[in-house]
């Protein structure tokens, strides 16, 4: 309980923090796009003494640049007297992932002098190094009437430009760097207790979500710029592959733990197929892109990849849901909610939406809350687990004690077995505890008086069956007879009033105790009667 409430401090820190950096702009700080002209070079070779001759250039009439993929060069031209573009603003080219953009501003009548920003160039090289954003600061001396911008980019060219003083630059720069590392932070808590789950049970489900959570962080900080700002700053080739790389790759890790999170080879044979062939040729993707000049092509296959596996997932996950499987509330609440907000993402990329700040940024925001929901449906998987965790106890004490063998004294022989084994039946009958599907061997240990050790002992030495078996003798034999005096209750309702945590669990134990399954058991009942 401790950790939840530590947890839910650090998110109501973290919405606070959105609150911050969602709130109005500061009077200092505004979006200047519409201020500017454009000109397109689709030849990319035009020569920027040429570029000024141009007679044709077109007004932005939009408060965003809309080119989205292009191969063209884009120039832009600004008045120097505007006020937007006073001396010692600073211009913010609000894309992170853009590849080039150079700044000629007139120094004086004949001379141009030239600034670079951009992730093709090493960020120690940047005009501004300390910038979020490829960024300009407006020089003091200007001695012409327009200043011109040369954009170039295999990612989107879609997004606004805006213009702000220091301080609100230097403001800005404060808040958004609390807000990443404190996403980080949350990411990295989800990230070990996924990795604390693996290595405790050995569930290979839990290996790929810590996958998933690695791989789709390294993305987002790659697509939003923060990776290369801290991680690989002067790693250019790599940032310009490593957001199409994370993203591909986490489609594999992502899949493969819906695939063991759902069963889907049990519930549904041809979906589980798709996930898996698509998860395979999205991992063959990832050494493509690493050969390949552009990276435009895989970004598309990712993207609808990710359109096409929402409604793939969510649908087959209601489908499991409906049929008892109540333990992945969680799963199609917090997924759900991350992929639906996602789309929006998308079509952006897509070039489908216009650019907002809250439809770029709202996956980022949404991502550790997936995280955070996930995180209640994985502790109600570890709750499952404790059947299994008293299992394997019970099998190590059992061959810890075998008649066969050396082995250590028994736990047994200061205990009267006979009273001890009549008082836990005693309890078993009378309370019934097995109907709460809780119970384990530690709390069954507790109400009559022994240890775990011995309750296991006890129950192998006496009885020849595991505390599994034996509980479920119980959970069984009440089944039976709710099956038979209440016709009218359905199996998954009667699963639960027994202490079974799904329909199929419930299903699979009876048919195993019984050679039939509990509704040819009510059949045959009622045939009977």
Same mark, same amino acid.
């Given at each position: 309980?401790?950790?939840?409430?530590?947890?839910?401090?650090?998110?109501?820190?973290? *919405?606070?923090?959105t609150g911050i950096s969602c709130a109005p702009d500061h009077p200092g700080d505004y979006n200047v796009t519409n201020f500017f002209e454009f000109f397109l070079d689709s030849s990319t070779e035009i020569p920027f003494e040429e570029i000024q001759k141009q007679k044709s250039w077109k007004q932005i009439s939009k408060a965003q640049l809309s080119f989205n993929f292009t191969s063209d060069v884009i120039w832009l031209r600004g008045k120097t007297d505007a006020a937007g573009f006073s001396p010692d603003r600073i211009l913010? @080219? !609000?894309?992170?992932? *853009?590849?080039?953009?150079?700044?000629?501003?007139?120094?004086?009548?004949?001379?141009?002098?030239?600034?670079?920003? +951009?992730?093709?160039?090493?960020?120690?090289?940047?005009t501004l190094p300390e910038a979020l954003y490829p960024s300009f600061k407006i020089p003091k001396q200007s001695e012409g009437s327009y200043f011109y911008i040369r954009l170039q980019s295999k990612s989107l060219i879609s997004f606004p430009i805006r213009?702000? !003083? !220091?301080?609100?630059?230097?403001?800005?720069?404060?808040? !958004?760097?609390?807000?990443?590392? @404190?996403? @980080?932070?949350?990411?990295?808590?989800?990230?070990?207790?996924?990795? #604390?789950?693996?290595?405790? #049970? +050995? *569930?290979?489900? #839990?290996?790929?979500?810590?996958?998933?959570?690695?791989?789709?962080?390294?993305?987002?900080?790659?697509?939003? +710029?923060?990776?290369?700002?801290? *991680?690989?700053?002067?790693s250019t080739w790599w940032q310009n592959k490593a957001i199409i790389v994370f993203a591909t790759l986490g489609i594999p890790f992502s899949f493969q733990f819906v695939r063991m999170f759902l069963n889907t080879k049990l519930h549904n044979p041809w979906i589980d197929k798709i996930l898996l062939i698509i998860g395979i040729v999205a991992l063959l993707c990832v050494p493509a892109i690493l050969i390949s000049y552009t990276t435009k092509i895989f970004s598309r296959i990712a993207t609808y990849i990710y359109l096409f596996s929402i409604p793939l997932i969510l649908g087959t996950g209601l489908q499991i849901y409906f049929k008892g499987e109540k333990r992945i509330l969680f799963f199609l609440i917090s997924w759900g909610s991350y992929f639906i907000i996602s789309y929006n993402t998308m079509f952006y990329f897509l070039g489908i939406l216009p650019y907002s700040t809250p439809l770029l940024y709202s996956a980022v925001f949404i991502f550790p809350i997936d995280l955070f929901f996930l995180l209640f449906n994985l502790l109600q998987k570890y709750e499952k687990l404790e059947g299994e965790r008293n299992e394997i106890l019970h099998r190590i004490v059992t061959l810890s004690n075998a008649s066969n063998a050396r082995y250590v004294k028994s736990k047994l022989n200061s205990i009267n077995t006979e009273e001890s084994l009549a008082k836990l039946e005693s309890w078993m009958r009378e309370t019934k505890p097995f109907l709460d599907e809780k119970l384990d061997l530690e709390i069954a240990s507790h109400a009559v008086g022994l240890t775990v050790q011995q309750t296991s002992e006890l129950l192998n030495s006496k009885l020849g069956v595991s505390f599994r078996s034996y509980l479920n003798s119980f959970r069984i034999a009440e089944a039976k007879k709710i099956l038979k005096e209440k016709p009218d209750m359905s199996i998954l309702s009667i699963a639960y009033a027994t202490g079974f945590g799904s329909k199929t669990a419930f299903n699979v134990e009876f048919k195993k105790t019984t050679g039939i399954s509990p509704l040819q058991y009510r059949q045959s009942s009622d045939a009977k009667g």
């Open positions: 309980m401790r950790a939840m409430k530590k947890i839910s401090w650090i998110f109501f820190l973290f *919405l606070m923090m913010s @080219l !609000e894309w992170k992932a *853009l590849d080039s953009a150079v700044l000629y501003y007139p120094v004086s009548r004949k001379e141009f002098k030239t600034f670079e920003t +951009g992730d093709t160039i090493p960020k120690s090289k940047w213009s702000m !003083e !220091e301080k609100s630059f230097n403001k800005r720069m404060i808040v !958004e760097t609390a807000i990443t590392w @404190l996403i @980080l932070g949350i990411c990295a808590v989800m990230f070990v207790f996924a990795l #604390f789950y693996y290595f405790a #049970f +050995g *569930l290979s489900e #839990f290996f790929f979500y810590a996958g998933y959570v690695v791989c789709t962080v390294l993305w987002y900080n790659g697509q939003y +710029g923060n990776a290369y700002d801290v *991680l690989w700053p002067e």
